[in-house]
């Protein structure tokens, strides 16, 4: 009986594809081709189900030699899902300055080294300032003479001896001698070049002997305690990246980081639609400014949800997804075609809104060999 039925079978199903192929003359048009795929596709699933339902019925007549198609399961469990996009960043610091002297001069001492680290208002370089030490010092002498005029002069006048006149002009000269020596004083405090914070001196551009300017940089000192990325991001996702939203930085040769979003921007980019995020990284010592990093955002995060590897879900000539579930069939196991409606999909897992429960048994390896109805048998593990 079982090789009398399938020669039919076989025969009837090439008799339906050529129909529905309308014979050997083919359209060139890609409609009309994409209707004539559409309708072969129909008559295989058809011709699929009809081969497993005779297949089953002849396994009934002999049940002494029924083989069932073995195949693995997958039980179906709720848990946390989250879904991530990915940006490009870059890493950057506040603390990474040039360091330019206030004054111009010579430089006369290099106190630090490349690498070094240093503290805060620690003095890295200084820079000849004798001509204004001995400015300082004939200011210092005229000033001491003014002062001692305008203190007689003060007495005097306290005493309604001597002219206002000569009162105001002692006390305007010791005044303006003040203001001189204070502004010298200043400047020559200039002549020390100081870090504005505690790091480590990346690279010394001046030499000793050299004219040090307020337009050229002497030192350069970064810190890598406060670090941060920065990315731009599409302004599609300018309603779901919210402040605080948990963030993996990944940057290679690097372990990852979890962090989350410090600041996001209020302005879109005109030219490229795109709005900023800061993330911070702080204390990561394998970090350095400049270096690239990738920022995969949590834009979707869901607590007790049943979620299944994406491979395993399928399609129906109808374009509806659907799974295979198992139920007990004596000895056996039953497969049973259960609709279903997905959710979010990220790294090869996706949210199955309905059809499938916790605990739920679906079909895993073997789910392209099977049909709706289909009697089986799981493999021993």
């Not at 003359?25 to 309708?39: F, H, Q, R």
């Not at 962090?259 to 639609?273: A, C, D, K, L, T």
């Not at 979620?307 to 129906?316: A, E, K, N, T, W």
């Amino acid at each position: 009986m079982k090789s009398v039925i399938k020669p039919i079978i076989a025969v009837a199903a090439i008799a339906l594809l050529m129909a529905s192929c309308g014979g050997p003359e083919i359209s060139a048009d890609l409609k009309t081709l994409e209707e004539k795929k559409a309708g072969i596709q129909d008559t295989l699933d058809l011709f699929k189900d009809r081969m497993a339902e005779v297949e089953l019925a002849i396994a009934a007549l002999n049940n002494d030699t029924i083989e069932y198609l073995n195949v693995s399961s997958y039980t179906v469990a709720q848990k946390t899902f989250d879904h991530y996009f990915i940006v490009q960043g870059n890493i950057e610091t506040d603390n990474a300055v040039m360091i330019h002297p206030e004054t111009q001069g010579l430089i006369s001492k290099i106190l630090v080294k490349e690498g070094q680290t240093v503290n805060k208002g620690q003095t890295l370089l200084t820079i000849d300032t004798s001509v204004l030490r001995k400015n300082i010092q004939e200011v210092e002498t005229s000033y001491e003479l003014a002062k001692d005029i305008f203190e007689r002069q003060k007495r005097l006048w306290e005493q309604k001896i001597g002219s206002e006149v000569q009162y105001l002009e002692a006390k305007n000269r010791k005044e303006s001698l003040e203001a001189t020596l204070s502004t010298l004083r200043t400047q020559a405090g200039m002549g020390s070049v100081k870090s504005p914070f505690t790091g480590v001196v990346d690279e010394i551009f001046s030499r000793v002997g050299e004219m040090g300017t307020p337009a050229q940089p002497l030192v350069r000192v970064v810190s890598l305690n406060q670090m941060y990325v920065t990315s731009q991001v599409s302004e599609n996702y300018s309603s779901s990246v919210v402040k605080d939203m948990k963030v993996r930085v990944i940057v290679p040769g690097t372990d990852t980081i979890n962090s989350s979003i410090e600041r996001v921007g209020q302005f879109i980019n005109p030219e490229n639609r795109t709005f900023e995020v800061l993330v911070n990284v702080n204390n990561q010592s394998t970090l350095k400014p400049n270096m690239y990093a990738a920022l995969e955002i949590n834009d979707i995060h869901m607590d007790s949800v049943v979620v299944v590897p994406s491979s395993m879900i399928q399609q129906d000539a109808q374009n509806r997804e659907f799974l295979y579930t198992l139920s007990k069939q004596g000895k056996q196991m039953k497969v049973n075609k259960s609709l279903i409606q997905t959710g979010p999909s990220y790294d090869a897992e996706t949210v199955v809104l309905s059809g499938l429960n916790g605990g739920d048994q679906i079909v895993d390896k073997g789910s392209r060999k099977v049909i709706d109805g289909q009697v089986v048998q799981l493999e021993s593990k």
